[in-house]
């Protein structure tokens, strides 16, 4: 079984969609190791501030079958402009790593923005921060020590989740 860790973002109705897309997760893979939600602003454009984490499941399928069934998810939870790269989602959902696998399709594995967005590699680190990241043979938790904190600024929330 693979290791794949998801990015898990909203801006638009936050508290709601973030259980939404972890229950998505959850009905499909099972049980999962979510990371602690944090916010922060957005990126790229102005808008509402994101609640955003990382969640990691094991499972059997492929890059491009876990890519298609978060598309769905998104789709379904209300995301229907796919086009805009920064812009407010109701939900966002990507796969950061599979493994240690290094591809360019049909997804970008690992995802160039690990390194690059606090909101991001600081869930990302505090779940997985042992690991090495597969092209910067870096572990996580050391990319995120030399981030440089003043370009993103994340803040972690008090987030209750609903027992089932």
Known sequence: MAK???SIGSNIDRERQIIAGVDSLKAKFGEI???SVYECEPVGFVGDYFYNLVAMVNTNA???EIGQFLKDVE????????????????????????????????????RDEIPKNAYVLQPLAEIAG?????????????LWQQY?????????????WPTN
Do not use: C, W
């Open 75 to 110: 789709k379904d939870l209300g995301r229907v402009d796919f086009t805009k790269k920064f812009s407010a989602r109701k939900m966002d959902l990507d796969i950061l790593l599979y493994d240690d696998l290094v591809i360019d399709y049909p997804v970008q594995l690992p």
């Open 148 to 160: 440089n904190k003043s370009t993103q600024i994340l803040r972690k929330v008090p987030f209750t």
């Open 33 to 35: 190791e979510l990371s």
């Open 130 to 142: 042992e690991l090495l990241h597969p092209i910067l043979k870096q572990s996580y938790a050391a």
């Open 62 to 64: 492929t890059p491009a």
């Open 4 to 6: 794949v860790y998801i």
